[in-house]
Every structure is written in C-alpha cells, then in structure tokens.
T-cell receptor, first 111, second 112 residues
Framework: LAKTTQPISMDSYEGQEVNITCSHNNIATNDYITWYQQFPSQGPRFIIQGYKTKVTNEVASLFIPADRKSSTLSLPRVSLSDTAVYYCLVGDTDSSYKLIFGSGTRLLVRP | DTAVSQTPKYLVTQMGNDKSIKCEQNLGHDTMYWYKQDSKKFLKIMFSYNNKELIINETVPNRFSPKSPDKAHLNLHINSLELGDSAVYFC???????????FGAGTRLSVL
C-alpha cells in the first residue's frame, strides 16, 4: 500500500504564510494531487489540484517537484478562519483506482 | 441549493440492526463515493460508483452495500450493525473518476 504522510499539526499566526507538505512515494503516473480543507462537523472542501510544477488559485498554491513524490500546499497570509484540518489525496499505484487520503494536518492559526 | 446532501445527519441505533444512509447530488456528476471517517479523523474510501457501475470496492465487510438507483443517488445500506461501525460517513461526487470531489456534510452513526 502506498503511504501518504503529512505532519500531524502546525501552528501559525495571522498574516503568515503556511506550507504543508504531503509525501506520496507511490503516486500513480496519471494521477492528480488534490488538497482538501475540513472544518469540524463538515465534509472536506476542495482547495486545489495539480499534476506537476506549480498551480495557483485564489486561495492557495500547490508546489509539486519533478519526481511528484511529494507536494506542498501553500496558504498565503492565513487568517483565523483557516484553522482546520488539511488533507492531501492522491492515487495509489499498488491498487488501481485506490484513493488514499493523507492522515490530515491540523492547522491552528493564532491571533 | 445543497450540492451533495446526506440523510440523516445523525443516526443512533442498536447493534444488530440494519440501517440506510441516503445521498443525493444535484451537480450532474458521473461518479459518487462513500467514505468512512473514524474517531482519529482518518478518511478512508469505501466505495465509488461511475454511471451505476462499481469501480472501487475497498476491503469493507459485505454487510455494507452501496445501491445506486440512478446517477444522482448513491445510498449506503448496512446490515447487522456492529460497535466498530460507529463513525462519520461522507458521501461525495465528482465530474469524472479521480476529478476533485464535492462532499456532503456527513452522517454521524452511533451504534450502541
């Protein structure tokens, strides 16, 4: 089974940039890397998706190195409302069509 | 309008009972999923359906059975409920297999 690894938790302060990294050694060749945000008592919400290099949207950036064995979600100038759990989702080459979520990173943004 | 809706939001039941959780999406998506989130917040995929065809079936007990009457619905039936089935179950949908997903608000199942 592919193992996806994320830091368990991170602390930050309002206005800072936060970078969360996900390791995914067995990512499938054709699979995308997707990041989700989850607030308590809610379902995960899509943040950003990419295949390689860099992707940017209105809320985040995603950096993916050439070997694609990891990815970094970058949140610019976080606010208190960014306190949540962040998950990465990638494919798994060990089993076709097997989707593996990371264990999630709990981000706490302090005033 | 809610894109992916699940009912009920809370479900409390006794061991051995049979229960169902309903899921509907109004996004016109082709693929729907069921996930289980345990008390440690790990999200694990259980099933996905693409155009009424099962395309992922993880190693879940056969007491769990997904049923899709049409492309907009994927219901989850659970027979002979066990204590270990207590968790939050999320339904999700995506335009295509492996496209980013829209999640429902979850159903918190408590088996007593």
């Amino acid at each position: 089974l592919a193992k996806t690894t994320q830091p368990i938790s991170m602390d930050s302060y309002e206005g800072q940039e936060v970078n969360i990294t996900c390791s995914h050694n067995n990512i499938a060749t054709n699979d995308y890397i997707t990041w989700y945000q989850q607030f308590p008592s809610q379902g995960p919400r899509f943040i950003i998706q990419g295949y390689k290099t860099k992707v940017t949207n209105e809320v985040a950036s995603l950096f993916i190195p050439a070997d694609r064995k990891s990815s970094t979600l970058s949140l610019p100038r976080v606010s208190l409302s960014d306190t949540a759990v962040y998950y990465c989702l990638v494919g798994d080459t060990d089993s076709s069509y097997k989707l593996i979520f990371g264990s999630g990173t709990r981000l706490l943004v302090r005033p | 309008d809610t894109a992916v809706s699940q009912t009920p939001k809370y479900l409390v039941t006794q061991m051995g009972n049979d229960k169902s959780i309903k899921c509907e999406q109004n996004l016109g998506h082709d693929t729907m999923y069921w996930y289980k989130q345990d008390s440690k917040k790990f999200l694990k995929i259980m099933f996905s359906y693409n155009n009424k065809e099962l395309i992922i079936n993880e190693t879940v007990p056969n007491r769990f059975s997904p049923k899709s009457p049409d492309k907009a619905h994927l219901n989850l039936h659970i027979n002979s409920l066990e204590l270990g089935d207590s968790a939050v179950y999320f339904c999700a949908s995506s335009h295509m297999d492996r496209d980013f997903q829209y999640f429902g608000a979850g159903t918190r199942l408590s088996v007593l």
